[in-house]
């Protein structure tokens, strides 16, 4: 008990002391420390603002008036307008009759247009006929003018001399004479075809020729023809006439036994007999049930006055 005891002693005293063997030490003084400075402390008040509140909504008497600024609207710039210029255009390309017979004056008419917004001045109109093996050029025509938004026609004559499919195609402005807003509009096309027909007819008048002697028949002379651009097989000739009392009297039809080719004429000659005196209108009439299609119907008859005493 002694033994634990004693270190905790000498451990309190300011001098050590040794008791029963342990070593004696003379107090020492200890300094004693100089009072500390009285110091009064210093308290530093932080004010802490209060939040600031705000009420949701203001009377619009307290909230001032601000006049809305006033921000201009980008504008586009505007596109350069094109100078002014004419714009020759074909509106119409058309063809007298289709299909027409070749080797036959067709009108091929053509409308142009100047949808530009300027006047032309003047310029060519050409066109041409073009088919798997010929080109055929007609005569240009030409426009003194064309006003802005107006329009003109020119007709051209159109002859081909062989049957088949055509394209026409008709071009203003042909040579560049007038500068245009657009160059590339200057031409239209159209399909169109020839054919070929005959075309049978009497030429000149009937010669009526009297009787011989002791005989009762007239002879009748004449010339057909076939003005088409295509044979007329085998055609049917008839001859007939009217009396006084506007009776027909038929004198008789014949085949002939040949065709009348494309541009060939032939001399006929046909006795007939009347039947009784008086006066007659005597009529001869080619293919007269029409069993050939010709370019014109209307030139196959010939007619003559005839007396039978």
């Not at 008990?1 to 451990?11: A, D, E, H, K, Q």
């Not at 003379?26 to 300094?31: G, L, Q, R, Y």
């Not at 002014?84 to 053509?110: H, I, M, R």
């Not at 032939?266 to 029409?290: E, R």
């Amino acid at each position: 008990m002694t033994r634990s005891v004693r270190p905790f002693l000498c451990g309190l005293a300011a001098t050590l002391l040794v008791v029963s063997g342990c070593t004696t030490v003379a107090p020492v003084a200890s300094p004693q420390p100089s009072p500390a400075p009285s110091v009064v402390p210093s308290v530093i008040l932080i004010a802490t603002p209060a939040p600031l509140v705000l009420p949701t909504e203001l009377p619009s008497s307290v909230l001032p008036t601000v006049a809305p600024s006033e921000v201009p609207k980008p504008t586009k710039s505007a596109k350069p307008s094109a100078a002014a210029a004419p714009d020759l255009v074909v509106g119409k390309l058309v063809v007298g009759v289709d299909p027409w017979l070749a080797k036959t004056d067709t009108p091929l008419t053509v409308t142009v247009k100047n949808i530009g917004t300027a006047d032309a001045a003047k310029f060519v109109v050409g066109a041409e006929a073009d088919s798997a093996s010929a080109q055929n050029y007609l005569a240009d025509q030409d426009i003194p003018s064309l006003a802005a938004g107006a329009s003109s026609e020119v007709t051209f004559t159109l002859n081909v001399g062989e049957a088949g499919d055509y394209t026409m195609k008709a071009t203003v402005d042909k040579y560049d004479d007038v500068s245009e807003l657009s160059e590339s509009d200057n031409t239209k096309s159209l399909n169109a075809t020839a054919v070929s027909l005959p075309n049978l007819y009497v030429d000149g008048s009937l010669f009526v020729n009297p009787p011989a002697a002791g005989s009762s028949s007239y002879e009748v002379d004449f010339t057909i023809g076939n003005n088409g651009s295509a044979d007329a097989p085998d055609p049917v000739v008839k001859l007939f006439a009217y009396d006084s009392a506007d009776n027909q009297v038929d004198l008789g039809s014949h085949q002939l036994p040949f065709a009348l080719a494309a541009g060939q004429k032939k001399d006929l000659s046909y006795d007939v007999q009347f039947p009784a005196s008086g006066d007659y209108k005597l009529y001869v009439l080619l293919d007269p049930d029409n069993a050939i299609d010709e370019s014109d119907e209307t030139d196959n008859e010939a007619e003559a006055d005839v007396t039978v005493p």
